[in-house]
């Protein structure tokens, strides 16, 4: 996560790049306004992209699968290959023949390799979830991305692919946030990823030119021959060989077997607008769920935006909102209580338990015990005039995820077996502790926060959101959709504006670091009992449809880029 003194300068620097690569536009004031099409995501190589196919006829889906292939070469800390994601799609039927019309997610989340299980991490190195070929879950970026163009994709698959390729095969210039991110995931790095992504002990220079031809050779075989060319062949024997020589179990057959999967989305009413939201195995729609509605039902709104009472409700709520991420698993594996923990008779039973005077503490739901990051992930936002909506989070969960780069193609592979409940009782890389239905399992996904989200008035949606940062990914969709749908703030302002995050445990309450809150905010808290840490936040990108005009912002806490026309 970068600091909040960057921003201007990762906002020049989009426009330098877009405006020597591309006939594109850029913000120059937030939110970036346009009429057509607007895309906003970390790296602004991929955003030209993704503006390149929408004029080019490209839909919405086949602009976010640009986006995302290039990043998968330009920020391999967050978008390789080796990782995965959801995505929430609506392409309205009009637009498209056979597609369902209505909001539809895709979960394309890693799964556990067939040789694991509750007990695989107790007798192996502490970091054994984190680090090296033990770490990897089976990838399922490139099932999904493959499954979204089959269903939903307009232009021919393989167009997808020609910026990608020429960025891996001729290079890129690496940037200040690429530098950053890998001075973060070296740390864990096999030689493989020192080779391709270092000199001398050091990562690449901000302005050096990375050149890497062997991913250009996968690139080119996923565009000839689509997923099973990553699944089975030449790159599913050079992901096994590597994983299995750095220490880990993944075999052919884990990779055959492995299937991304259409879910229906949780769907909410909240200040007269449908709310979409990512359903489990992600955690982050369930909180968001319980969490608004208990905004609603405790008539936030009608605190002063930003007072010490205002944030202490939102922190009070989204710790009860959390409280219940513990029950929480793979619905292919577990039975999810969801009807209880999302009835209305819960709720009111939440909110009483709040009062607006002081910090009031729940027991846990389930076995859990309290914990530091440093991670990666990224989010996608594409919104079109005529009604077409993608919102796609991925991840390879940690900065380079495992460390562990493939041998014969260079593909990063994911840490995301650190999601699962691997040691009960103790907290993973994000302080979360996690409950018993989020124990490995082969073939299960790990439970997630990632959070890609649709608001929708009279049919159409006007609003996409999503944001990477763990669990602080569903603090920062939830302050968005708070704040752009009841205060009705512009979308920038929703982004920027500061924010509290509580996840149960540890028992804090973090608020937005580098001085966006006044001191005597952080007293006020403290003395309603609140234990007040400083805090990074997730990442917002999001658009908004307002007055018919697309309106695009990112955060200035991180990297991004908005475009459209
Ligand atoms: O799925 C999850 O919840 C995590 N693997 C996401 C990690 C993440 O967002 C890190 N980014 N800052």
Redesign the pocket.
């Known amino acids: 996560?970068k600091s909040a003194s960057e921003p201007i300068y990762r906002r020049q620097i989009a426009k330098i790049i877009l405006g020597l690569l591309f006939v594109g536009s850029v913000a120059e004031a937030t939110p970036f306004k346009s009429s057509k099409i607007a895309i906003t995501a970390a790296c602004p190589y991929a955003v030209a992209a993704g503006q390149r196919i929408a004029e080019k006829g490209g839909n919405a889906v086949d602009v976010a699968l640009t986006v995302l292939l290039t990043e998968a070469v330009t920020n391999p800390s967050?978008a390789s290959l080796g990782g995965g994601g959801f995505a929430m799609v609506k392409i309205p039927s009009k637009n498209i023949k056979n597609g369902s019309g209505g909001v539809e997610t895709l979960d394309f989340r890693e799964v556990a390799p067939g040789a694991t299980d509750e007990k695989y991490y107790l007798n192996k190195a502490k970091d054994a979830s984190m680090k090296g070929g033990t770490a990897v879950g089976v990838p399922g970026l490139p099932a999904g991305i493959w499954e979204l163009h089959k269903k939903y994709g307009k232009l021919h698959w393989s167009e997808l692919f020609t910026i990608p390729i020429q960025l891996a095969d001729k290079g890129f210039r690496v940037t200040g946030g690429w530098y950053d991110d890998t001075i973060q995931g070296s740390k864990r790095f096999d030689d493989q990823s020192k080779l391709i992504f270092m000199r001398n002990g050091e990562p690449l220079k901000p302005g050096t030119l990375l050149v890497q031809k062997r991913l250009a050779k996968a690139l080119n075989l996923l565009r000839n021959r689509t997923a099973t060319a990553f699944y089975k062949g030449q790159i599913a024997q050079d992901i096994v060989k590597t994983v299995v020589a750095r220490g880990g179990h993944m075999t052919l057959k884990d990779l055959a077997a492995y299937k991304p999967v259409w879910r229906d989305p949780l769907k909410m009413t909240y200040g007269g607008r449908t709310i979409y939201l990512m359903p489990p195995p992600s955690s982050g729609g369930v909180v968001i769920y319980e969490a608004l509605s208990m905004i609603e039902k405790m008539k936030v709104k009608d605190k002063a935006p930003l007072s010490v009472d205002e944030l202490h409700l939102l922190g009070e709520i989204s710790k009860r909102a959390f409280r219940t991420r513990s029950l929480l698993g793979d619905p292919d594996f577990v039975t999810n209580p969801l009807d209880k923990i999302l009835s209305d008779a819960f709720i009111s039973e939440q909110v009483k338990t709040i009062s607006a005077d002081k910090v009031t503490d729940l027991p846990p739901l389930a076995d859990e015990k309290a914990s530091k990051e440093s991670?990666?992930?990224s989010h996608i936002s594409v919104l079109t005039a005529t009604g077409e909506a993608v919102s796609m989070t991925f991840?390879l969960?940690s900065n380079y995820g495992s460390g562990v780069t493939t041998d014969e193609f260079g593909i990063a592979l994911n840490n995301?077996m650190d999601?699962f409940t691997t040691r009960p009782g103790e907290a993973n890389q994000f302080g979360l502790v996690q409950g018993a239905n989020n124990n490995v399992k082969a073939g299960k996904r790990p439970l997630?926060?990632?959070s890609p989200s649709f608001a929708e008035r009279n049919g159409q949606v006007d609003l996409v959101a999503g944001a990477?940062?763990?669990?602080r990914?569903i603090t920062a969709v939830l302050n968005i959709l708070y704040r752009s749908i009841t205060t009705g703030v512009d979308i920038d302002r929703a982004i920027q504006m500061p924010r509290v995050h509580h996840q149960y445990l540890p028992n804090k309450l973090y608020v937005d670091a580098d001085y966006r809150f006044a001191p005597e905010t952080i007293a006020g808290l403290k003395k309603k009992g609140h234990e007040v840490e400083e805090s990074w936040m997730g990442l917002g990108y999001a658009i908004q449809l307002k007055d018919g005009l697309l309106e695009a912002a990112f955060d200035s806490r991180g990297d991004g880029a908005a475009a459209g026309f």
Do not use: L, V, Y
């Open positions: 996560m967050f991670a990666q992930t991840t969960n995301e999601d997630s926060s990632m990477p940062g763990g669990p990914i």
